[in-house]
């Protein structure tokens, strides 16, 4: 079915305006006579109304849908409003590290004292240059091999404002206020506490 415009131009069913004219179409039913079946256009093809955009027959000179001139320059279009800029998020300050508190191990006696101030990791045995080992807190010269020190015999480490000593499976173990403590296991330690490396006694001071 077409639809026909009062000037006689014949429209596809459905048309709200008329492709040759532009005039405004009645709806279906409002008792405008039906004419023969469309002429296809002499042109092929399809191009966009300028104004909103659907599709028509090339040969169209105005939109089926709106009426606009199919000729007519297409509608400016409106620049696009730039996105705010992002601002980066201020960087979070990282807690302070927690300063390690004056430390040190004083020998059974007082006659020796290891100042392990500041230090995250100290190792505690006796020096051998042959197996290249070197510890922090060396008990050689203060009766360690009489004494039962291993050459790699404990470790003290300081973490989150604690001190811990950790037994490195020694021979003749580690204990703390008397109390053995078990291998590779990290155990706290404060201002007072008696440390014995074998048979070799050190106090641990901590202000």
Wanted: with cysteine.
């Amino acid at each position: 079915m077409t639809v026909v415009c009062s000037q006689g131009h014949q429209n596809p069913d459905g048309s709200a305006f008329c492709d040759e004219c532009g005039e405004p179409l009645a709806a279906p039913g409002a008792g405008m006579p039906a004419a023969a079946p469309a002429v296809a256009p002499v042109m092929g093809g399809t191009r966009n109304c300028p104004n909103c955009g659907s599709a028509n027959p090339a040969s169209e000179a105005f939109c089926k849908d709106c009426g606009a001139n199919m000729n007519a320059a297409p509608a400016p279009q409106m620049a696009a409003t730039p996105a705010p800029a992002m601002v980066a998020p201020a960087a979070v300050a990282a807690a302070p590290a927690v300063a390690a508190s004056p430390a040190k191990l004083v020998l059974e006696g007082g006659n020796a004292s290891f100042d392990i101030t500041g230090k995250s990791d100290v190792l505690i045995g006796r020096e051998d240059a042959v197996s290249n080992i070197f510890p922090d807190v060396d008990l050689a010269p203060h009766g360690g091999e009489e004494g039962g020190v291993g050459r790699r015999h404990a470790r003290i480490t300081f973490s989150n404002g604690q001190y811990l000593i950790e037994d490195l499976n020694s021979i003749n173990f580690t204990f703390v206020n008397k109390q053995k403590i078990a291998p590779k296991t990290p155990t706290p330690i404060k201002n007072g506490d008696e440390v014995r490396l074998g048979r070799v006694v050190l106090k641990f001071s901590a202000s």
